[in-house]
């Protein structure tokens, strides 16, 4: 496709339960980024990748969260033991290098009851 | 650390009347200044750009002008029409970062028929 497509587009997850989230970025697209945002908020960085190495993992909010990009194109977020707290859309972002010119999914919107 | 303020939260315009959306920064070390539009269901699209050795860039409809001294950016829609009607974020690189978009909160455009 011509742009970055996430699945699913909706998860819901019973707390405690494990997810797994998606991100098909634009091909050739060397720079990849997670970001969560809450509703009525803007975006907040979780993690980055450039190709398949996992350059910043800094905005992760607890190890129970952790991405992979194995082979440096489909992402993968992971969540484990989701908590209420956890509640949000996850956008992936890829970009042809650095933080310049992110390109969105349209995001997994989660929700944990 | 690295802030993004952003105001107003809302905005309410007749159509063809102009909106005006502003931005402040926290790191003087920024050098890009990225404004997205998020539709209701979409991720956010990029809709203008601009760095930090540029005071000012227009792409019809749609202006951002930039003043690194007071650390103030702002977005200029002209002749609004209902379809500008969103949510629209600013956003700041800051060169000391992991190549992350700091976002700001937020602004519902609405554009009045």
């Known amino acids: 496709g011509a742009g970055v497509s996430q699945s699913p587009r909706y998860k819901v997850a019973k707390r405690g339960q494990d997810v797994a989230l998606r991100c098909d970025p634009i091909?050739?697209?060397?720079?990849l980024f997670w970001y969560q945002q809450a509703l009525g908020q803007g975006p907040e960085f979780l993690t980055y990748?450039?190709?398949?190495?996992?350059?910043?993992k800094s905005g992760l909010p607890s190890d129970r969260f952790f991405a992979e990009r194995p082979e440096g194109s489909v992402s993968t977020l992971k969540i484990q033991r989701t908590q209420q707290e956890d509640s949000a859309v996850y956008l992936c972002?890829?970009?042809?290098?650095?933080?310049?010119?992110?390109?969105f999914g349209s995001g997994t919107q989660l929700s944990v009851l | 650390g690295e802030n993004v303020e952003q105001h107003p939260s809302t905005l309410s315009v007749q159509e063809g009347d102009s909106a005006v959306i502003k931005c402040t920064y926290s790191?003087?070390?920024?050098?890009?200044f990225p404004w997205y539009k998020q539709e209701l269901g979409k991720g956010p699209q990029l809709i203008i750009d601009i760095r930090s050795n540029v005071g000012e860039k227009k792409d019809q409809r749609i202006a951002v002008t930039l003043n690194k001294t007071a650390k103030h950016f702002s977005l200029h829609i002209t002749e609004t029409q209902p379809e500008d009607s969103a949510v629209y974020f600013c956003a700041a690189l800051f060169s000391g970062s992991a190549r992350q978009l700091t976002f700001g909160s937020g602004t519902q455009l609405t554009v009045l028929p």
């Open positions: 972002a890829s970009s042809l290098a650095s933080g310049e010119k992110l390109f």
């Open positions: 091909s050739g697209h060397v720079s």
């Open positions: 990748f450039q190709n398949e190495a996992q350059l910043d």
């Open positions: 790191d003087s070390a920024s050098n890009y």
